[in-house]
């Protein structure tokens, strides 16, 4: 059993647990994940490692209440125990002497985004981040992105902070202006990801993107997380999931995140007991 150390809200339905995972933390990288359930025979849900601390043993997950499970997962409170939490798992990001680089992290895409500008920012690299939500309310760990930040640049969609409109638009100006960066990580809705990789391409700069979003139990069966990179089939919980922006399919990876909307919307229409709208969604 694993217990829940610490809960908060990041945002309305964004929340973030530190769990107390010894094991886990001592082993973590960035870029891994979790398995969690929460109970004995309850559904396994991938989960991004947002931080840990080995010293501690602590590992820190941030989730959005968007289906069934994490619904129920965000009523657990301070105290309460996960049946299971399973990691590191996936490959972790190593970086080599990288002097300057940019972070950019879209919605929930901040998260995973955090531990590797942290141990970049470890490692002596001047880093500059661009971080981004729909609306003011949605934007998540400014404060732990600032602080291992040279630079950070705000954005939301609706210019209720920092600057409005997305933040591919500030990368873009960023690169116009003749900055250069020896990597660009983005992490953000597969959307996102494509056009910001798209915009780099040109500049010959290698970009990191994080597949988190298209995993669906994380364990290399289900093959729900089946990905074309550099004309090669990969498996982004298993291969990934960072992986090279410029060689991603995104287009192929887009169609796929449509595959299990349908068995997701029932779900989650049986769990609010009928009462809901999502089956008209
Ligand atoms: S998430 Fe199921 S195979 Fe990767």
Known sequence: MFQILDKQDLAP???????????????????????????????????????????????TVVFQEVGKTTLELGTLKTGDYLADFVGPLGEGVKFKNHKKVLGI???????PLYPKLKILHQQGAYVESIIGAKTADLLIMEQQIKAVSNKTHICTDD?????????????????????KYDEIII?????LMKIAAEITKPYGIPTMVSLNPIMVDGTGMCGGC???????TKFACVDGPAFDGHKVDFDELMKRLQTYKTEETTALHKHKGGNCKCHQQ
């Open 13 to 59: 339905s964004i929340k973030q647990f530190v769990i107390d995972a010894p094991l886990v933390a001592q082993k973590a990288q960035p870029g891994q994940f979790i398995i969690l359930r929460i109970k004995e025979g309850g559904e396994r849900i991938p989960l991004t490692i947002a931080d840990y601390d080995a010293k501690q043993g602590t590992v």
């Open 105 to 111: 992290g879209g919605g929930l895409g901040v998260a």
């Open 159 to 179: 210019g209720t902070k920092g600057r409005h409109g997305f933040v591919t638009v500030v990368l873009k100006e960023l690169l116009e202006q003749g900055e």
């Open 187 to 191: 992490i953000g809705p597969p959307i």
């Open 226 to 232: 089946r990905v074309t990179v550099g004309g090669e």
